[in-house]
């Protein structure tokens, strides 16, 4: 019986290794812009909500193809210019992008499929709207572009991290150094937002759910779109949206007074920065908005050592 389950299970391997790459995590951007509105699927098939992303640019930007595919379609849908791109089981749409290529254009991900124009309301001078589907289903393309969310840092990195804590501890060991005692101190982080904590850590009467919650950070407010920066040099392990936290970044900053450190930024308009890049304390990763759970636009911060939550402020200069 084990034997039939497992040559099942081979076979399953190997007729998914052999389906072309339309699989999430293989796509690309097709604007090299800052996501401004994420994905936001409503309810039921007709109701309102953001069917695909919106990536900041500026008029005359060239659009690329997220991933290999054939163009479908290149015209003109309520007014709005419209490029699609079949990527077998998956389509996106592009617009408002007036096509620079005619539909049966085989592309790779990241050839030219048209110039971005203005008219998708946003934030920027003009914004590119893409959708991802799979059937009549909307899908979140960033999930396409950055993988599953759940899977926040990739294997090698987190033993990696795991590594270097254990390699500290040797060499602290080694030197006689027992002062491993695990002080938050001040200026370890800086402020990631000028805005003032409107919110500090624990138990609080939240303002949405009405209802006594711990307040696993604290929010410091200020106007949209103002600067959220690193608190300090790190590597970031997770961005995407999720309905809670909206847009969330998570940043590593490894070994830092004998705890392993790691950030979280919530709530945000979007970032610039994406999962496995390198940042730099005071470094701008994205702007302050109201995405999520959120009342007004504010920056959640959150502090966890070594995967404890801990009230930010201390760790703060
Ligand atoms: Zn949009
Ligand atoms: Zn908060």
């Known amino acids: 019986m084990k034997i039939i389950v497992s040559i099942a299970l081979v076979g399953l391997i190997l007729f998914t290794g052999a389906t072309p790459a339309t699989a999430e995590g293989t796509g690309q951007l097709p604007l090299a812009g800052t996501v401004v509105t994420g994905f936001d699927p409503p309810d039921v098939a007709w109701g309102a909500g953001h069917r695909g992303v919106d990536l900041s640019g500026s ?47 085989r ?28 059937g009549e289903d909307y899908l979140d393309p960033l999930a396409f572009v950055t993988g599953s969310e759940v899977r926040l840092l990739p294997d090698d990195a987190a033993a990696g991290v795991r590594e270097r804590a254990a390699e500290r501890e040797r060499a602290a060991q080694s030197s006689g150094d027992t002062a491993t005692v695990v002080v938050a101190g001040s200026g370890a982080l800086s402020r990631p937002s000028a805005g003032a904590v409107t919110s500090v850590f624990g138990m609080r009467f939240h303002p949405i759910f009405h209802e006594w919650r711990m307040h696993n950070g604290i929010d410091l ?10 608190a300090a040099d790190g590597v970031v392990t997770h961005m995407g949206y999720d309905a809670s936290g909206g847009w969330r970044l998570v940043v590593s900053h490894g070994i830092v007074n004998g705890v392993d450190l790691q950030t979280v930024y919530l709530h945000a308009q979007g970032y610039r920065v994406r999962a496995g890049d390198r940042v730099r304390r005071g470094e701008q990763v994205g702007t302050v908005g109201s995405t999520g759970w959120s009342t007004g ?10 995967g404890r939550q801990v009230d930010p402020q201390p760790w703060l200069g």
Do not use: M, N, Q, Y
């Open 59 to 105: 008029p005359g930007d060239t659009v690329v193809a997220p991933a290999g595919g054939v163009v479908i379609f290149a015209g003109v849908v309520a007014g709005r210019p419209v490029v699609v791109v079949s990527h077998g089981e998956l389509r996106s749409t592009l617009e408002p992008v007036e096509a620079s290529v005619p539909v049966g254009t």
């Open 107 to 134: 592309v790779s991900a990241g050839d030219p499929v048209g110039v971005l124009v203005a008219g998708h309301a946003c934030s920027a001078p003009a914004c590119l709207h893409w959708g991802l589907k799979r």
């Open 221 to 230: 407010s200020t106007g949209c779109g103002s600067p959220i920066r690193a």
């Open 297 to 306: 636009c504010h920056l959640h911060f959150s502090v966890k050592a070594d």
